[in-house]
Structure formats: C-alpha cells, structure tokens
C-alpha cells in the first residue's frame, strides 16, 4: 500500500509505478500475443494487433506481419500502464537486440541462418518435444533436412496450418493442406514461426548437436520423448511401433 502523500504526489506529477507484464513461449497466434501482452495494459489487443500486421510499420525493425511474434523474446517486462504500440514495439526491438548480442549471432551466421530463421526453427522444436536435453538433437535433425532441400515434414506445423491445435494426430489427408506453414506442402522454413520460440528453444538450436539422423518418431512408451533414425526403412519401423501403442491406449 502507498501512502497519501505518496497517492497525491502520483496524482499531481503524473508518476505512475511500473506493471509487470510477462508472456511465454505457449503463445502462438498474433491475436493470442496481443490479448496476453495487453492484459494488465491501457491499450487494447485489438489496436496492438493493427500494429503487429501493419507491414508499412514494421519494416524498418526489420519484421513483417508473419515474423513480428519474433520481436518478443520471452521474459518479464516492466512498462507503464498507458504506454502505447508504438513505445511498446520499440522496447521489445531493444530488448531483441540485447538479447541477439554478438555470440548468438555469430553462432547463427556459422549455421547459415538469421535470427529470424533460428527462431522460426527453435519455434518448431519447442513443439516437437519439451524434453530439454532433445532439443539440440531434434534441432539438429531439421537443420539436416533445411541444407539438403528435404521437405522438414513437421507435423506441428500442420497445425498452425489448418490453425486447429487440439489436434492429437496428424492424418495423411492433412498433409496437404495448402499453406506456406505446412512443411510437408512446403520446401524450406515457413515464413514465420508457429509460436513464440522459447530460449531454451533457440540456444538448442545455436548449439545443435551434429549428427547424420534425418527422421524421429514419438518412442511407443508414449513418455513423450523420440527415437532418431538414419534411414527411411528405420523410421517406419519406429513409427509402426508408436502407432501400435496409440491404437492400443
């Protein structure tokens, strides 16, 4: 609690004490960003999401609509209440800055990719697997399919597609569908990431284990964690044993 003269001074001079406002990686969608970072703020999700689609806007922070979900690293923040878009977009670009410093990006020019592609990379790990000590390793396996044209067939990414993320498994009609999220329609990174890339995401993709694995399926204890194969015959035999033991829970 604040005192009177505390009160009457805020209210005189217009001091205001600093909100806390926090977002994670769970956060997919330009329009579940902008209701989460609003919450506790004067502006509203609507006006902040205007500014996370105005091309024109992000251009010279160097993002467009699909990769300004990037702009947020995830992190408690302090801002006052009634800062605006505006203020608000150029405190998270520093923030980027800050936390991109020479090492991180260093690391990201050795592999080929800009912080942006990292994040949209990390974005599809965290998705994978919440298993941290897997992460580099899967990590590792769509970098292998990224440098040799193969399609990274993620099936996280199917999802963000069809935007439905209470599905539980992905069927063969679904990898078609048309979009430039769907990486089994697609060559290459999507154009933007399928959820806010965690940190941990991102370093395990600027220290990816190096390794020759091109595919990974679910392990049949269903615990979570994956099983990486070299070759394709292997793969399928890994997948017929996760899909033995789905069909039978």
């Not at 990769?67 to 923030?95: A, D, G, H």
């Not at 394709?232 to 017929?240: G, K, V, W």
Request: proline letters at 6%.
């Amino acid at each position: 609690q604040i005192g009177d003269r505390e009160l009457i001074e805020k209210f005189k001079y217009g001091r205001q004490t600093p909100v806390r406002i926090t977002w994670n990686n769970f956060v997919r969608t330009r329009e579940e960003l902008a209701g989460k970072v609003t919450t506790h703020l004067l502006m509203d999700s609507v006006t902040l999401l205007q500014y996370l689609e105005d091309e024109e806007f992000l251009a010279p922070y160097g993002f467009n609509k699909e990769t300004s979900r990037c702009l947020f690293i995830p992190n408690t923040y302090e801002v006052y209440w009634n800062i605006s878009p505006r203020k608000l977009l150029k405190k998270m670009q520093e923030n980027h800055k800050v936390f991109w410093n020479d090492e991180r990006k260093a690391k990201a020019k050795a592999l080929g990719l800009t912080p942006i592609e990292v994040q949209t990379l990390a974005s599809i790990v965290d998705e994978e697997t919440n298993y941290l000590p897997e992460k580099p390793t899967v990590a590792g396996m769509y970098y292998n399919r990224l440098k040799t044209d193969m399609p990274l067939q993620a099936d996280p990414t199917v999802k963000f597609a069809m935007q439905n993320f209470a599905l539980k498994r992905i069927y063969n009609n679904m990898l078609l569908y048309p979009s430039p999220y769907n990486t089994y329609y697609t060559t290459g990174l999507p154009p933007g990431p399928i959820r806010i890339a965690s940190v941990a995401g991102i370093d395990a993709v600027l220290n990816m284990h190096h390794h020759d694995f091109f595919y990974m399926c679910a392990k049949d204890d269903l615990s979570g964690s994956h099983v990486f194969a070299l070759t394709y015959p292997e793969h399928l035999q890994n997948a017929a044993k996760y899909t033995a033991a789905l069909n039978a829970r």
